[in-house]
C-alpha cells in the first residue's frame, strides 16, 4: 500500500500563496540589504521594488526571511548579484 498525503498537507506543499504572513511591526523596519529600500511581502518571499519596475526578491524559509545579499533573486534579465550590482550601483549605498 501507498502512503498518500492528507489532503491538507498536499495543498499546504510549497504553495506560495499560502505562505503565513510576517508580523506587519516587523515587515515595518526590514529593508533590502543591499539598497536599503523597504520590502514587502509577496507569498514565500520579501521584496524591494526597483524604479525601473523591477524587484529583488529575498526568500522566507520556515517563517524566517532569508535576508542576506547573497540570497537575492535578481529581477529576470539579471544572472547573478554581480549583475544587480552592476545594474543597480546608484541604488546601492557604500
Given at each position: 500500500m501507498v502512503d498518500t498525503p492528507a489532503p491538507e498537507a498536499a495543498a499546504d506543499a510549497g504553495d506560495p500563496a499560502d505562505a503565513p504572513a510576517l508580523d506587519p511591526q516587523l515587515l515595518a523596519v526590514l529593508v533590502c540589504p543591499l539598497t536599503r529600500r523597504p520590502l514587502a511581502q509577496?507569498?514565500?518571499?520579501l521584496v524591494c521594488s526597483l524604479p525601473d519596475g523591477s524587484?529583488?526578491?529575498?526568500?522566507i524559509e520556515d517563517g524566517v526571511p532569508v535576508l542576506l545579499v547573497d540570497a537575492v533573486v535578481p529581477?529576470?534579465?539579471l544572472a547573478d548579484l554581480a549583475a544587480v550590482r552592476e545594474?543597480?550601483?546608484e541604488l546601492i549605498p557604500d
Amino acid at each position: 500500500m501507498v502512503d498518500t498525503p492528507a489532503p491538507e498537507a498536499a495543498a499546504d506543499a510549497g504553495d506560495p500563496a499560502d505562505a503565513p504572513a510576517l508580523d506587519p511591526q516587523l515587515l515595518a523596519v526590514l529593508v533590502c540589504p543591499l539598497t536599503r529600500r523597504p520590502l514587502a511581502q509577496r507569498g514565500d518571499r520579501l521584496v524591494c521594488s526597483l524604479p525601473d519596475g523591477s524587484e529583488l526578491a529575498y526568500p522566507i524559509e520556515d517563517g524566517v526571511p532569508v535576508l542576506l545579499v547573497d540570497a537575492v533573486v535578481p529581477p529576470e534579465g539579471l544572472a547573478d548579484l554581480a549583475a544587480v550590482r552592476e545594474k543597480y550601483a546608484e541604488l546601492i549605498p557604500d
